[in-house]
């Protein structure tokens, strides 16, 4: 059996190109363990990480951590007086809001809707990595409060032009989706998969960069089919939406029943909001009376509707109301 001993190192021995620097705020003299990533060390404490995340539990249980073998010797890097541990493939500004949740009681709250987005990914990502499930738990939860899965809800936050995670909303759905998919958060799959979906082409190929190629696939994949039942609807509209026009109550039959439509054209695309049925008749199916408006409006409405119940289907996902059980047991467990 080999022999123990200790290696203190030195900034200058941890780097190459760039030295990790010690974190200002993550780094308590009292600390016993230093975790180095790509740019920050950060001495900390290895019972309050235990708490928390199983995986840090086993990683300090094992009686060897931060040790390395050299020859028949075991060598304990330390650094500061305390075990070293590499966190190998972490960016150090992701480790920061991990551990400032963790040591911070004021860092993060799952009801904030303007954490940053950086902030709400990194969580996502780490605590899933590192099994914070408690951290897990809160961010999926804040990411499921901007993302409703019923219609009614989904439309009140797209309508919504208040920024969210310090962003538009529309430069957030990509990145959560991304972070999501790594995270194999199957409950808010199929509602981030349909918001990405909603982008056009070239935006979710600008963002889409060290996305997982088989989310990516998906992502495009059940965009198509969206874009086409969208266009159907809007091209069978003339047509079917004429057996509603006209009724019992109808001011001007004769008026009604040629409606115009204006422009549907603008809505062939993925944006499942703008077939909203209020938003069809009134900026597109212009000249109809007053009773017969609201008997259009529930017409598309209703067709809308069948389109949402199909929309998980499209990216491989059983329906809404699994994806809505799944995400209450998440937050349940
Ligand atoms: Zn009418």
Redesign the pocket.
């Known amino acids: 059996m080999g022999s123990r001993r200790g290696s203190e190192r030195r900034e200058e021995d941890l780097g190459t190109a760039e030295t990790p620097q010690r974190h200002d705020v993550l780094w308590f003299p009292d600390g016993n363990v230093v975790l180095a990533t790509d740019v920050y060390l950060f001495k900390v404490y290895k019972g309050l990480l235990s708490m928390q995340s199983s995986v840090f539990r086993d990683m300090f249980d094992l009686e060897d951590v931060g040790t390395v073998r050299s020859g028949d010797e075991a060598v304990q890097d330390m650094y500061d007086g305390a075990p070293l541990v590499t966190l190998v493939g972490d960016k150090g500004e992701d480790v920061v809001h991990l551990l400032r949740a963790v040591f911070e009681h004021n860092y993060h709250h799952r009801d904030d809707r303007n954490t940053p987005l950086d902030v709400v990914t990194a969580l996502l990502d780490l605590s899933t990595k590192y099994d914070f499930k408690e951290l897990r738990k809160d961010a999926v939860f804040q990411i499921s409060q901007q993302y409703p899965m019923v219609l009614e809800e989904f439309d009140d936050v797209n309508d919504a032009e208040t920024p969210m995670f310090g962003h538009q909303r529309s430069e957030c759905d990509i990145p959560l989706l991304k972070a999501a998919f790594k995270a194999g958060i199957d409950a808010l799959l199929p509602i981030l998969f349909l918001s990405g979906a909603c982008r056009d082409i070239s935006s979710i190929l600008r963002m889409s960069g060290s996305m997982d190629s088989e989310c990516l696939n998906i992502l495009l994949e059940g965009r198509e089919p969206l874009v086409v039942r969208i266009n159907m609807l809007l091209m069978d509209l003339p047509d079917n939406v004429q057996e509603v026009?006209?009724?019992t109550n109808?001011?001007?039959?004769k008026?009604?029943k040629k409606a115009a439509y204006e422009k549907l054209s603008y809505l062939a695309h993925s944006y499942i909001y703008h077939i909203q049925g209020y938003i069809v008749v009134d900026c597109h199916l212009r000249r109809?009376?007053q009773?017969?408006r609201p008997a259009a409006i529930k017409y598309i409405n209703k067709k809308r509707e069948e389109i949402w119940e199909d929309i998980p289907s499209l990216f491989g996902y059983p329906g809404w109301d699994d994806a809505r059980t799944k995400l209450k047991e998440l937050l349940g467990s």
């Not at 109808?250 to 039959?253: E, F, G, K, L």
């Open positions: 026009l006209g009724g109808c001011q001007d039959v008026k009604c109809i009376c009773y017969c």
